[in-house]
């Protein structure tokens, strides 16, 4: 069973960098594709970043586009979400989720996701 397990969260300044890692174990193979998503407090889980399995193929949340970046490393059975320019407006807890040959189309979708870890919290304030 795959698990998988965020870190990187904090409290940032507006402006400022973040980078994000969500650790896999459990990971028998390179089929999967990762999903960062985040959930203010009120509002709906917003898919933010997919990832392809071999980490070919990405797609971003217009929100976020330019300033996020989403990567993996398969050898350390690691992805992350680098974090620029945040706004106050990313403050949220941020989940890394994964699913096997998902479709990127359909990646930021969060009922589509298979395993998810129990998030990290990014804080955006002055």
């Known amino acids: 069973q795959l698990q998988l397990v965020e870190s990187g969260g904090g409290l940032v300044q507006p402006g400022g960098s973040l980078r994000l890692s969500c650790a896999a174990s459990?990971?028998?193979?390179?089929?999967?594709?990762i999903g960062w998503f985040r959930q203010a407090p009120g509002k709906e889980r917003e898919g933010v970043s997919c990832?392809?399995?071999?980490?070919?193929?990405?797609n971003y949340a217009a929100s976020v586009k330019g300033r996020f970046s989403i990567s993996r490393d398969n050898a350390k059975n690691t992805v992350y979400l680098q974090m620029n320019s945040l706004k106050p407006e990313d403050t949220a807890v941020y989940y890394c989720a994964a699913a096997r040959f998902i479709p990127l189309l359909l990646c930021r979708t969060s009922s589509r996701m298979n395993h998810w870890g129990k998030g990290t919290l990014v804080t955006v304030s002055s």
């Open positions: 990832i392809s399995s071999g980490g070919g193929d990405t």
């Open positions: 459990g990971f028998t193979s390179d089929d999967y594709s």
